[in-house]
């Protein structure tokens, strides 16, 4: 294919990109990386057009513009990646990275007198190395947070392609001296080819990325309560039929926060969601220690599951749960709670009916016994 072409189907490439993203800015949810990234693909967009333009007229000086819009294009790419993968890089170091690469670039287009020679063509692809090797130090970081993300390893796959194919595009333009840009070699076209596979990975990763990360998130809001960001109901007896269907071994205990309503009442409403959330707190420590599930079943009620293998006792694990929910409730309100609690053991129940049922008989029991 022409290498005009190319150069025009890549720029359409980072342009529906740089829509799709910008739409996606005005939404609340959307990743702060979005903004800059759709800046990247509209700067790109703009060069890649430019470029293709000034080899059809061959206008020396708008390929100069193209070239160092392209620069500018790969730093704010540079840039959006960092900012997705949380890394910390500061903000000078843009302005340094845009300034050198387009200076030196500049430079060596008015004194290697035309650029389109291996000598630019070395240039270029050493100095593209920065803005794309610093966007795959950061995907590198993004896919050692996200291991199990297929879009991170495209995004990190792509730009170490690329900047692997620079590496290699120095050295043969640099030996080459009849090295042009518009000749249809095996390497120009493959390195034209090479950065339209290019904006494509990273627009589809881009996107692919955000996509797996709001759906991640919205299965996590389904799942959880959110003023005490633990399981609720509807997971937790998820999550506790499918443990009695493996037939595990563990006892279901049910926690009830006792005269709640009185807490409410007498301290407020936002003392009550305090010792909720301490509640919960405490109860998400149990299940990472223990390998216990936890959740919250509705207003002051709770559940936890404790399987039968764990190292401390269950009624060690409730008592320090006591000890410390008091302790804590007594210095956020001034007075230390305490809770009532019902249980049923999984050999005891065939069916999570059964086994919740029993334990809130057990529960019911307690609560009768407290109000005497
Ligand atoms: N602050 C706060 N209170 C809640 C929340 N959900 C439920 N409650 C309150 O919890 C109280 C539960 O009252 P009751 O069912 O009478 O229970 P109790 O006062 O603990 O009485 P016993 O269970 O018999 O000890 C009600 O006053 C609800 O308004 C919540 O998310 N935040």
Not at 35 to 44: H, M, S, T
Not at 297 to 311: D, I, K, N, V
Request: with cysteine.
């Amino acid at each position: 294919m022409d290498i005009i072409t190319i150069i025009v189907l890549t720029g359409l490439t980072n342009l529906t990109f740089a829509l799709y993203s910008w739409q996606q800015v005005s939404n609340p949810e959307s990743h702060a990386a979005c903004k800059p990234f759709a800046q990247a693909q509209l700067i790109k967009a703009v060069s890649y057009f430019i470029f293709a333009a000034s080899l059809y007229h061959a206008l020396a000086d708008m390929r100069l513009i193209a070239n160092l819009l392209i620069f500018i294009g790969c730093w704010a790419e540079a840039r959006a990646y960092i900012q997705l993968a949380g890394t910390k890089l500061r903000g000078r170091f843009w302005a340094i990275g845009i300034v050198t690469t387009c200076a030196v670039f500049t430079w060596m287009h008015y004194t290697s007198g035309d650029n389109l020679n291996n000598i630019m063509i070395v240039t270029s692809s050493v100095l593209l190395l920065l803005p794309i090797g610093t966007s795959a130090y950061a995907l590198y970081q993004l896919y050692r947070q996200h291991p199990g993300s297929a879009f991170a390893r495209v995004l990190l796959t792509v730009n170490s392609m690329m900047l692997l194919f620079c590496i290699v595009r120095a050295p043969v333009a640099a030996t080459n001296p009849d090295f042009y840009i518009t000749q249809r070699l095996f390497m120009n076209q493959a390195f034209m080819f090479a950065t339209f596979i290019f904006a494509l990975g990273n627009g589809i990763g881009f996107i692919g990325f955000l996509k797996e990360r709001s759906d991640q998130k919205l299965r996590q809001r389904a799942d959880v309560d959110y003023l005490t960001a633990i399981y609720n109901r509807q997971c937790f007896e998820k999550l506790t039929k499918e443990k009695l269907k493996s037939g595990a071994s563990f006892s279901l205990y049910f926690l009830d926060i006792d005269k709640f309503k009185s807490v409410n009442d007498r301290f407020g409403h936002a003392a009550g969601d305090q010792a909720l959330r301490c509640f919960g707190k405490l109860l998400r420590n149990k299940q990472e220690k223990h390998h216990g599930i936890v959740g919250r079943l509705g207003g002051e009620e709770f559940g936890l599951l404790l399987p039968q293998s764990t190292a401390s006792s269950h009624q060690q694990i409730l008592q320090t749960l006591r000890d410390n929910f008091a302790a804590e409730t007594q210095t956020l309100i001034g007075e230390p709670l305490t809770f009532s609690l019902g249980y049923c053991t999984s050999n005891n129940a065939a069916s999570l009916h059964e086994l919740m049922h029993k334990a809130d008989i057990l529960l019911y029991a307690a609560k009768a016994e407290l109000a005497k």
